[in-house]
């Protein structure tokens, strides 16, 4: 397994030469970078794939430019150009990209159905079947991410794929189905839904995607029903949130993809670590030693 940055998943918006060069800067083997972006800004795919490989840096992962879970026109606009979005990542060598699943149902037209469970499981089929055959035909590797952290859920719905180990029936139907899908191991997620990072020696390495690694933001409170998946910090050993035994049992399992510093704070995590003046370099700088701190000593 390999370190990787997205600047997205540090709150900080970017021009993706930028992205580039501070990756390997820090020395992170991989970077994240956003197609949907890339395409909107008239970026030339030939020379941001020639810095890539003059500097050494694999393509991490791309965020999935496609809204499933809206109004099916919106879906199937985003699914018109999906592949060619695709095309362009794998120009660039980013082959990896996700989802999260719904951890809970809301939708009336779901839950007014004589057995919602089958009917969301359905609609889910429905929406990532075609996502995962357009991947595919690209090359492009697809993990589904379970959301642990309960106070996501409103309650007022019907529990659903709120745990990893909840994901595998989802993940037997698509690949019934003949798509070539994974899972994203979130570390946060693992802690909230109380799973042990032991599951994922439950998987086969090439099953695991993507790996992103945060801790508890308010490390003084235990209570796992107050956590929010938009208040973490970056991985650390003081923490709760076990990251390094996580990361010791991905290496002995064999995972070889990227892993991902991922605090999500609401406002901007520059400004929680560093106050609303800091830069881009200081922020990674950080993410780069944080993900180092973690990381198993044995490991490549």
């Excluded at 020639?50 to 919106?74: I, Q």
């Excluded at 985003?78 to 695709?86: I, Q, T, V, Y």
Aim: negative net charge; charged residues 25%.
């Amino acid at each position: 397994m390999w370190p990787a940055l997205s600047l997205r998943m540090l709150g900080l918006r970017f021009d993706a030469h930028v992205a580039i060069e501070l990756a390997a800067r820090f020395r992170f083997q991989g970077v994240e970078l956003l197609i949907r972006d890339l395409v909107e800004q008239n970026k030339d795919v030939a020379v941001l794939a020639s810095m890539m490989d003059d500097l050494g840096l694999r393509g991490g992962s791309w965020p999935l430019p496609v809204d499933w879970k809206g109004e099916s026109d919106l879906f199937r606009r985003d699914l018109s150009l999906l592949p060619s979005f695709a095309r362009i990542a794998a120009q660039l060598g980013l082959n990896r990209t996700g989802t999260w699943v719904l951890p809970e149902i809301l939708d009336p037209g779901l839950l007014e159905q004589e057995q919602p469970r089958e009917a969301a499981v359905a609609w889910h089929l429905e929406r990532l079947v075609p996502i995962a055959t357009i991947l595919s035909d690209h090359g492009h590797r697809f993990g589904l991410e379970a959301i642990g952290v309960s106070s996501f859920q409103t309650g007022r719905g019907l529990r659903f794929i709120d745990r990893l180990e909840a994901l595998r029936p989802l993940l037997r139907m698509l690949r019934d189905r003949g798509c070539d899908v994974g899972v994203t191991v979130d570390s946060f997620h693992l802690y909230a839904a109380m799973e042990s990072p032991e599951i994922v020696r439950q998987f086969d390495p090439e099953e695991i995607v993507s790996v992103h690694v945060s801790d508890v933001l308010d490390k003084t409170s235990h209570d796992l029903t107050m956590l929010q998946d938009n208040q973490r910090s970056l991985p650390s050993t003081a923490g709760p949130v076990p990251n390094r035994s996580l990361l010791q049992s991905l290496a002995e399992r064999g995972y070889s993809g990227p892993v991902f510093p991922e605090p999500v704070v609401e406002g901007g995590v520059s400004e929680m670590m560093l106050g609303p003046l800091a830069d881009q370099e200081a922020v990674v700088r950080l993410a780069a030693e944080a993900l180092q701190s973690i990381w198993p000593r044995d490991s490549s």
